[in-house]
């Protein structure tokens, strides 16, 4: 089950610039930042807000590493600005198998490694009105050690 917006997923040129225009104009900071090769994404994440199942909210600022990856083809074509949506769920085999189910088109056969160890995949834009869709279960929480 669908339980949050995850995360927004924001396509910039430069992320140093992007993110001190979030914190300069909102007061964002930044939560999380990574390089993801498999993706091709240089990131960084800034937590929005808690949500009442235990997940977070967070807009997601993504550079490309390379002019090839989703990211980059898609900015040369379109310019800055929103390129995805996330939804976060407890189980993406579960939803992502439902909704394949469906007739929509899931990208990836097992979900793939997102930010901060999270499981991740997609869904065809062409199949959801124009707007790529990700589904994400996030890393469980690390117990302390005894
Ligand atoms: N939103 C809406 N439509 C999109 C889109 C997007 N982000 N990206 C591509 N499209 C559309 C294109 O406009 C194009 O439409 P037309 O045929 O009408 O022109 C069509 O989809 C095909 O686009 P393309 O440029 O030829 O690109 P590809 O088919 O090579 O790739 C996609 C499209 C969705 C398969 C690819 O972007 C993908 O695999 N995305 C998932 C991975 C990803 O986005 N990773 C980066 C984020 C990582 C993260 O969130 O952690
Ligand atoms: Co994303």
């Not at 040129?13 to 225009?21: A, G, I, Q, R, S």
């Not at 090769?37 to 929005?48: D, P």
């Not at 469906?102 to 707007?131: A, N, Q, W």
């Amino acid at each position: 089950m669908l339980t949050r917006i995850d995360h927004i997923g924001i396509a910039c040129f430069d992320l140093d610039k992007t993110v001190e225009f979030y914190r300069a104009t909102y007061g964002f900071e930044v939560f999380h930042s990574e390089v993801n090769e498999e993706q091709g994404v240089r990131e960084a994440m800034l937590k929005i807000n808690e949500t009442s199942d235990g997940g977070a909210s967070y807009l997601q600022l993504l550079e490309p590493t390379r002019e090839d990856s989703a990211v980059g083809k898609w900015l040369a074509k379109n310019g800055e600005g929103v390129h995805h949506i996330a939804f976060g769920t407890a189980d993406v085999d579960a939803d992502s198998a439902d909704i394949r189910g469906k007739g929509v088109r899931v990208l990836y056969d097992e979900p793939r490694i997102g930010s901060m160890g999270s499981r991740i995949t997609f869904l065809h834009p062409k199949d959801c009105h124009g707007v790529l869709t990700e589904l994400v279960t996030s890393a469980p929480v690390e117990s302390p050690e005894h």
